[in-house]
């Protein structure tokens, strides 16, 4: 596997082909957790991985260097993903001196016994030298932690840049440019709606700052390294922190005994129905993980959320979703509720109270139906899709 960045900076991170569920994020392609050497007059690490991975990271480091020569570790997030071996690898390394942030040595010390680690709190008007090589900081608050930081390289303007711009994707590979850029895209999209999203103030200011630094290589924490398209995730970083919407249609629904999902069926063809240029999807929340309904809802335009009524509430796994999509924070969307109700539609109005106190805007009242669906009924349905389908539109075109 090719490591190198660049000649005496390498990859030595850990690939965890296996992980499924990261904190709940459907990590179906797995994960990794990137570490960093650079081999200089002074040798440094960047980030550590999940403590499980320690002793792969250590021994990694091994086969470039003795563990003795390693002068600094720098940790950019104090996310356990990252900074959980830091305990193992400190204690492994006798001449490593901890670079962070104070925030970070705070967060750390709420892990760790730090009493006994060798730690220099940097800013980012502090310049490391290596040799040849030099380190610098860039403080980037929230981004998605309090403490996250990047740290740059200068003369050979790599940028390490911890979750941001990562992906949670498991290869052989280490670069863009030995993988289909659309499946790193995707799953850079992923990430970013699930982690980041409620970031995204946070995330062009960031940007801002890193536009000031002439970029070669991004070095993300997760994923693959950016060292021929990192324009393109900067600027995919642009639109996706910016709220640019996409003319699309979402429809998340649960259903109890069909009705619902006729309903679902109905506003589906009809948002289909209104134009080619919408992209509609069907999503039922107990077949769609709510990582893809987040990594879809980032850039649509306009949803649809349907429910049956199950104990004078609607059907819980829509519940854990709404509960999920509200923490993310996505810019507002056109929104109808629907759904279908045996003796009490509860469970629709419980959806309408969602959507206004989420702050979207509605495109059509509510369609609560009784049993099953009378053909008045999903008549309505698809005028709803239609309705949400030039919302949709209407959205994209600002
Ligand atoms: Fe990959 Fe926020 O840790």
Same mark, same amino acid.
């Given at each position: 596997?090719?490591?190198?960045?660049?000649?005496?900076?390498?990859?030595?991170?850990?690939?965890?082909?296996?992980?499924?569920?990261?904190?709940?994020?459907?990590?179906?392609?797995?994960?990794?957790?990137?570490?960093?050497?650079?081999?200089?007059?002074?040798?440094?690490?960047?980030?550590?991985?999940?403590?499980?991975?320690?002793?792969?990271?250590?021994?990694?480091?091994?086969?470039?260097?003795?563990?003795?020569?390693?002068?600094?570790?720098?940790?950019?997030?104090?996310?356990?993903?990252?900074?959980?071996?830091?305990?193992?690898?400190?204690?492994?390394?006798?001449?490593?001196?901890?670079?962070?942030?104070?925030?970070?040595?705070?967060?750390?010390?709420?892990?760790?016994?730090?009493?006994?680690?060798?730690?220099?709190?940097?800013?980012?008007?502090?310049?490391?030298?290596?040799?040849?090589?030099?380190?610098?900081?860039?403080?980037?608050?929230?981004? =998605?932690?309090?403490?996250?930081?990047? $740290?740059? !390289?200068?003369? @050979?303007?790599?940028?390490?840049?911890?979750? %941001? #711009? *990562?992906?949670?994707?498991?290869?052989?590979?280490?670069?863009?440019?030995?993988?289909?850029?659309?499946?790193?895209?995707?799953?850079?999209?992923?990430?970013?709606?699930?982690?980041?999203?409620?970031?995204?103030?946070?995330?062009?200011?960031?940007?801002?700052?890193?536009?000031?630094?002439?970029?070669?290589?991004?070095?993300?924490?997760?994923?693959?390294?950016?060292?021929?398209?990192?324009?393109?995730?900067?600027?995919?970083?642009?639109?996706?922190?910016?709220?640019?919407?996409?003319?699309?249609?979402?429809?998340?629904?649960?259903?109890?005994?069909?009705?619902?999902?006729?309903?679902?069926?109905?506003?589906?063809?009809?948002?289909?129905?209104?134009?080619?240029?919408?992209?509609?999807?069907?999503? =039922?929340?107990?077949?769609?993980?709510? $990582?893809? !309904?987040?990594? @879809?809802?980032?850039?649509?335009?306009?949803? %649809? #959320? *349907?429910?049956?009524?199950?104990?004078?509430?609607?059907?819980?796994?829509?519940?854990?979703?709404?509960?999920?999509?509200?923490?993310?924070?996505?810019?507002?969307?056109?929104?109808?509720?629907?759904?279908?109700?045996?003796?009490?539609?509860?469970?629709?109005?419980?959806?309408?109270?969602?959507?206004?106190?989420?702050?979207?805007?509605?495109?059509?009242?509510?369609?609560?139906?009784?049993?099953?669906?009378?053909?008045?009924?999903?008549?309505?349905?698809?005028?709803?899709?239609?309705?949400?389908?030039?919302?949709?539109?209407?959205?994209?075109?600002?």
């Amino acid at each position: 596997m090719m490591t190198q960045i660049v000649k005496n900076i390498d990859w030595v991170g850990y690939v965890d082909w296996n992980v499924r569920d990261f904190h709940s994020f459907d990590t179906f392609r797995g994960a990794t957790y990137n570490s960093y050497l650079i081999r200089d007059t002074k040798t440094a690490l960047i980030d550590a991985v999940k403590a499980p991975y320690a002793g792969r990271l250590l021994q990694s480091i091994t086969e470039k260097t003795a563990l003795d020569k390693v002068d600094y570790v720098v940790c950019n997030h104090a996310e356990p993903d990252h900074a959980g071996g830091l305990g193992e690898v400190l204690a492994a390394l006798p001449n490593a001196v901890l670079l962070c942030n104070k925030k970070c040595l705070e967060f750390l010390a709420g892990y760790f016994d730090t009493s006994r680690w060798k730690t220099q709190v940097i800013t980012p008007d502090d310049k490391i030298p290596l040799g040849q090589f030099s380190l610098q900081f860039v403080n980037t608050p929230m981004v =998605h932690w309090p403490e996250s930081m990047f $740290t740059y !390289i200068p003369e @050979e303007q790599i940028l390490f840049s911890m979750d %941001a #711009f *990562g992906q949670h994707l498991a290869t052989s590979e280490r670069f863009d440019d030995q993988y289909d850029l659309s499946y790193i895209m995707q799953e850079a999209k992923t990430y970013y709606a699930n982690i980041v999203t409620p970031y995204s103030k946070q995330v062009q200011r960031t940007l801002e700052s890193a536009a000031a630094l002439p970029l070669k290589v991004i070095a993300p924490s997760h994923g693959l390294i950016w060292r021929k398209n990192p324009g393109s995730i900067v600027e995919a970083y642009k639109d996706w922190s910016g709220g640019k919407y996409l003319p699309k249609v979402l429809i998340v629904y649960d259903s109890m005994w069909n009705s619902t999902e006729i309903l679902a069926q109905a506003v589906l063809g009809g948002a289909v129905s209104e134009s080619e240029k919408i992209d509609v999807q069907l999503m =039922h929340v107990r077949k769609t993980p709510a $990582t893809r !309904i987040a990594a @879809e809802m980032l850039d649509a335009a306009a949803v %649809a #959320f *349907g429910t049956a009524t199950l104990n004078m509430q609607m059907m819980p796994q829509l519940s854990g979703v709404l509960t999920y999509l509200r923490g993310l924070k996505f810019s507002p969307k056109s929104a109808f509720a629907f759904g279908s109700y045996g003796w009490a539609q509860s469970g629709v109005n419980l959806l309408e109270q969602w959507i206004e106190e989420t702050g979207w805007t509605k495109t059509a009242d509510s369609l609560a139906v009784q049993l099953r669906p009378k053909p008045q009924d999903i008549a309505r349905a698809k005028e709803a899709g239609k309705a949400l389908a030039r919302a949709a539109l209407e959205r994209t075109q600002h």
